[in-house]
């Protein structure tokens, strides 16, 4: 959201109040994580006595909840209503020391220090190592207010309804922070645009626009900068960003009201930044060793029944393409019914027996909910009696007909009705269902009335922690910790502890795939571990090659799912090249499986995501900040999928000495190169001196992995390595191999 006309000017019907100076600097322990310091910032700069009459203030204290962070916290008025940040599980670990004096105050976070200049100008610094990191200055904190009829570009003109959905405010609160001579900005949740927020305009509101779009299905107010901190804007309401694109100096960040809260996080590495950041907003449980293997779906419109499931899973089979999951799509409920719960009779007419079937077959079962409820549905009236769905002011059930008639939508604040829609779940799963494909959960409205009263305008980012919790809290208490996995279209901060998430609805090409890539990398910088797509893409039916190029990239992940909207994704469907490409690349994924469950157990303790953009892996190689067409599967494994017709690929390698895992050809690397590669192939380098965990199976992903384990010791190491190895069944070794002596 723009304010300004430029460096010197306002646009027209915006007000802007600025901290001017640090007036008091005072400790306080009346903070929420104790020892702190609050600093009057009046507006004007106080040069006598009665500049201090007919004068707003805004009140900016700071706290730490945890080694490393420091909080925050911007008031123009506090006597409003509180706002409700997000789920903090890792705040409340360690307390800050406070020191006030002449030369101002000094709030010591650990690795993070909050440093505040007395008098004026307005100077607010945060230092990691000793060295300032980033800092709000002179017209940094801002409170404004629009006129009717202000401009401030997101598709609001006044006090109407933005474009996307949000209500019209009048006021808002700002921070601006440096930015400095080459810093990077990333993250901001799965934003399918350039890797590199720089430039960029981004609003955090949730929004079912498909992957070709600025919109996102998971917005993520946290930014990680390559400076060596991150900072998670704590409001998971509509916050507005301008990143270099407004003051081209500095990252704004604005909401609407009286207050602004954030935090600042300390690195100095990137996943130093990521592991407290996670830490602070929730970390991902294990999730199961059969989740990492293939899922194949029925795709969303096309007909199916069991004998087109059983048809799908017998080809698989003789093909030797391992599945390890099946999942039916919307229509296994009945039309206009969604969600009843119940299987449609006319197709599945023996869902009991059927998924017994299923499961003889050492298949795993998934299928797809949403949180409506059509009115045709008879839970309809069912929930609307109980009061478990969403009203408007009236009192009257809130319904459209976008996605099912007349639908509404489960009120997932009160108790109540979520332990409704458990039961619904704990039937399927008693029934033999093994997870959830839990889908939409963006488009949530805001003329609404919430059972606990929340904030409108807040629910609709946050409802859909509160949706995936609920269906995940179920699979935990039926089938355990470790045994949970979700596949999730929507999130905000702190949805990485409900994985697994997918991309949403790319279409069928090139550019798009290669948009999916960028998205799962700016998530991933966003803390979240686990993450999937739709291979092929999902709108349209891909060409042969596309879908060949797609599942070689889709099967180097930590999650992998066949699926489309209007047609069946079985590779025969294509060409039997796709076949053998599809073989080949499942096989390999089977014998990564201890290379993978291993990263994802580590990605448990330390946040650090299995799918790894080269910026976070390698932070001082200055040529990896912009890279979003390659990635790092975990710390050793290099992957640049092929988005072109003729197979052509432009890749760098960092310093030292690669090898093909594909062909055992060595390459040096600090460079860039250019590759073409056959169907059956694409570059994957395994880093220098790396030691791979490699597994003897190649027909399902859950197995003992010690069982006759090999390790491949490539070129470009010296010394010795130990490599830790744990099995589905939690049995961990450590094994030690001799750099020196190459088996590649």
Same mark, same amino acid.
């Given at each position: ?36 310091? #609050? ?46 940040? *997000? ?41 990691? !190592? ?24 997101? !598709? ?7 474009? &996307?959905?949000?209500?019209?405010? %009048? ?11 080459? =810093? ?29 779009? =600025? ?76 989740? $990492?293997?293939?899922?194949? %779906? ?12 059983? %048809? ?13 999951? *099946? ?39 998934? #299928? ?43 009120? *997932?604040?009160?108790?109540? &009705? ?21 889908? *939409? ?71 798009? /795939? ?14 979240? &571990? ?42 025969? &469907?294509?060409? =039997? ?36 953009? /080269? ?16 990635? /790092? ?69 859950? $197995? ?41």
């Amino acid at each position: 959201m723009k304010f300004t006309d430029g460096f010197w000017q306002l646009r027209p019907g915006v007000t802007a109040l600025y901290a001017q100076e640090a007036y008091d600097i005072d400790a306080t322990d009346d903070t929420p994580d104790g020892p702190g310091i #609050v600093i009057t910032a009046p507006t004007a700069v106080i040069a006598r006595r009665g500049d201090v009459l007919n004068r707003a203030t805004l009140t900016t204290t700071l706290s730490s909840p945890a080694e490393g962070v420091i909080r925050v916290r911007i008031a123009h008025h506090s006597g409003g209503r509180a706002h409700t940040g *997000f789920a903090l599980p890792g705040a409340g670990g360690a307390a800050a020391s406070v020191t006030v004096s002449d030369a101002g105050g000094i709030l010591d976070a650990g690795s993070l220090i909050a440093r505040i200049a007395p008098g004026a100008p307005w100077d607010l610094s945060f230092e990691v !190592g000793g060295r300032r990191v980033t800092g709000s200055g002179g017209k940094s904190q801002g409170y404004l207010r629009l006129a009717p009829g202000a401009a401030v570009d997101v !598709g609001v003109v006044g006090n109407t309804q933005y474009d &996307a959905g949000v209500p019209a405010a %009048s006021a808002f609160v700002h921070e601006q922070l440096d930015l400095g001579v080459g =810093e990077l900005i990333y993250g901001l949740g799965e934003r399918f645009g350039p890797l590199v927020k720089n430039g960029q305009s981004v609003e955090i509101w949730n929004a079912d626009g498909g992957t070709s779009s =600025e919109q996102a299905y998971k917005n993520v107010p946290f930014h990680l900068s390559n400076r060596g901190y991150g900072v998670l804007v704590n409001d998971p309401g509509h916050v507005s960003y301008e990143i270099g694109s407004e003051a081209v100096e500095r990252v704004q960040f604005s909401v609407a009201g009286e207050v602004l809260e954030y935090f600042v996080i300390a690195g100095p590495t990137p996943k130093e930044v990521l592991g407290r950041y996670t830490a602070l907003t929730g970390r991902p449980p294990v999730v199961p060793a059969w989740s $990492y293997g293939l899922w194949l %779906s029925t795709s969303f419109t096309t007909d199916y029944d069991e004998q087109t499931v059983t %048809s799908f899973i017998d080809e698989m089979a003789a093909r030797e393409l391992p599945v390890s999951v *099946f999942h039916f799509d919307c229509f296994w409920m009945r039309e206009f019914n969604w969600c009843d719960f119940e299987w449609d009779p006319r197709v599945f007419p023996d869902p009991d027996g059927m998924l017994a079937r299923l499961h003889d077959r050492d298949l795993r079962v998934c #299928v797809w909910i949403n949180p409506y409820i059509g009115q045709r549905s008879a839970l309809f009236r069912e929930a609307a009696d109980q009061g478990f769905l969403v009203t408007r002011a009236d009192g009257s059930v809130w319904q459209w007909d976008l996605w099912q008639a007349g639908m509404g939508l489960v009120d *997932f604040t009160n108790p109540d &009705a979520t332990a409704w829609y458990q039961a619904k779940l704990r039937a399927l799963v008693d029934q033999g269902v093994d997870c959830f494909k839990t889908d *939409f959960g963006e488009r949530i409205p805001t003329d609404v009335v919430w059972a606990d009263g929340s904030d409108p305008e807040r629910m609709h980012n946050l409802y859909t922690d509160l949706y995936n919790r609920a269906v995940h809290d179920v699979l935990v208490d039926a089938r355990g910790e470790g045994e949970a996995v979700l596949f999730a279209r929507s999130a905000t901060a702190g949805g990485q502890s409900m994985p697994v998430h997918w991309g949403g609805d790319s279409t069928s090409t090139f550019a798009s /795939m290669a948009e999916t890539l960028r998205g799962g990398l700016s998530l991933a910088l966003s803390g979240f &571990a686990f993450w999937s797509h739709d291979i092929g893409g999902f709108e349209g039916t891909p060409d042969a090659g596309v879908f060949k190029r797609w599942t070689a990239f889709g099967m180097l992940g930590s999650h992998s799912r066949f699926h489309g909207s209007g047609s069946y994704r079985v590779p025969w &469907a294509f060409d =039997e090249e796709a076949v053998e490409v599809t073989r080949r690349f499942t096989h390999l994924k089977m014998q990564l499986m201890p290379y993978l469950y291993q990263h994802g157990l580590d990605a448990v303790q330390t946040g650090v995501p299995l799918m790894r953009p /080269m910026a976070l892996e390698f932070p001082d190689d200055t040529a990896t900040g912009h890279l979003d067409r390659q990635y /790092m599967l975990g710390s050793d494994l290099l992957v640049a999928p092929v988005f072109s017709e003729d197979g052509m690929v432009d890749l760098y390698l960092p310093a030292g000495e690669w090898t093909s895992l594909l062909t055992g050809e060595t390459v040096t690397g600090g460079a860039w190169r250019r590759e073409t590669h056959g169907f059956d192939s694409l570059p994957l380098y395994v880093r220098p001196g790396a030691v791979l965990p490699w597994g003897a199976r190649t027909d399902r992903p859950d $197995y003992d992995y010690h069982d006759g384990l090999r390790l491949r010791v490539f070129a470009g190491g010296s010394g010795t390595a130990s490599v830790r190895v744990t099995a589905p069944d939690g049995t961990a070794r450590s094994y030690t191999a001799n750099l020196e002596e190459v088996t590649g």
